[in-house]
């Protein structure tokens, strides 16, 4: 198997389609929840929103990246989400996460193995392939997290 189609399928499996290592993915367990449960507060920690958000924000900035553009996310940004106030607020941030999920992963399929060797950007942020591994392991971390905010919130 070749890179780009074991890192596709690794994009698949967590971000929408996979049930291999959790028995679920992101978008399973955001696509059904409403608004309000999605900006339900659990004490201190993140919404299911705001995870959400935070996702699709790594997500839309590497595609900029993979079709030629600068690298333009910074971490102190990446938790600013705008507020959702109603059912089509929510609906909008799910259906940008799925739509960027599926892009994602069909530019990482198209990428040869050279291109996903090769430096990210710049030297200092590693290679594509680190960089889509990282975000394969960011999101099984949220992932967790969402599974436990859904629990508490039930």
Sequence with gaps: MKLNEYLSNRLKEILTEGKWVLGTNFKEQIVNLNWKQ????????NTIADLTFHIDYYLDGMIKVFKGGTLDIRDKFSFDSPPITSEQDWKNLVNKFCFDSEEFIELVYKMSDKEI????????????????DVMIEHTYYHLGQIL???KRIK
């Design 117 to 132: 060797m090769s430096d990210f950007v710049d030297k200092q942020y590693g290679t594509y392939y680190r960089n889509i």
């Design 38 to 45: 999605a900006t339900q507060k659990v004490e201190d920690y």
């Design 148 to 150: 436990l905010l859904k």
